[in-house]
């Protein structure tokens, strides 16, 4: 059986996706950021550019190159500006 990772998505990127949240199966043991935030842009093609999405890992701001683990909560949302 292959790892599952929680994915939670906020604001525009659950209007895109039409979900609030789903498992998500690794294609391995671990990934990085980067990665899923690409195979999430071929799933829903309308995230695209999706590099430009932030993540959360755990409740815990993260970067791209963060390594996600089985059984890890990812939050994933749109980048937000101040001004």
Known sequence: MNPA???LYFARVAELTGRRAEAWTLPAET???L???ESLQQRY???AP???LKLAV???HAKPTVTI????EVAIF???TGG
């Open 5 to 7: 990772i929680q994915l």
């Open 31 to 33: 990934t990085t950021g």
């Open 35 to 37: 990665d899923l935030l």
């Open 45 to 47: 093609p309308q995230l």
């Open 50 to 52: 999706a590099a430009r």
């Open 58 to 60: 755990n409740q815990t």
């Open 69 to 72: 683990r089985a059984g890890d």
């Open 78 to 80: 749109e980048p937000v």
